[in-house]
């Protein structure tokens, strides 16, 4: 069983940053895509970015390119997300996940995605 824990959230202004931290435990191997969507409340959750279990690739939704940076540690089982110039419309709940198999390509569906963790608040005030 996968387990996924999501930390750094909180307040920011518009224009400060935040950095998201998700780590996770419960799998030998960390050849694993990883991924970052929010949600807020009355809205699908929406795809934020996604990094390639070598981070070789990394994708983005067109909402937060140029401002946001997904990076993972795999030795120590970590993605990050900084995210830099945050807007107000940034503010969501933070999930991070994981997919239950190896997948050569990324996607951008909450379907491919089988482990979430619980989510990180984000509020970014104008």
């Known amino acids: 069983q996968v387990q996924l824990v999501e930390s750094g959230g909180g307040l920011a202004q518009a224009g400060g940053s935040l950095r998201l931290s998700c780590a996770a435990s419960?799998?030998?191997?960390?050849?694993?895509?990883m991924a970052w969507f929010r949600q807020v409340p009355g809205k699908e959750r929406e795809f934020v970015t996604a990094?390639?279990?070598?981070?070789?690739?990394?994708e983005y939704a067109d909402s937060v390119q140029g401002r946001f940076t997904v990076s993972r540690d795999n030795a120590k089982n970590t993605v990050y997300l900084q995210m830099n110039s945050l807007k107000p419309e940034d503010t969501a709940v933070y999930y991070c996940?994981?997919?239950?198999?190896?997948?050569?390509?990324?996607?951008?569906?909450?379907?491919?995605?089988?482990?979430w963790g619980q989510g990180t608040q984000v509020t970014v005030s104008s």
């Open positions: 419960g799998r030998t191997s960390s050849r694993y895509n």
């Open positions: 996940a994981a997919p239950g198999f190896v997948f050569s390509t990324i996607s951008h569906s909450h379907n491919a995605y089988e482990y």
């Open positions: 990094i390639s279990w070598n981070a070789v690739t990394t």
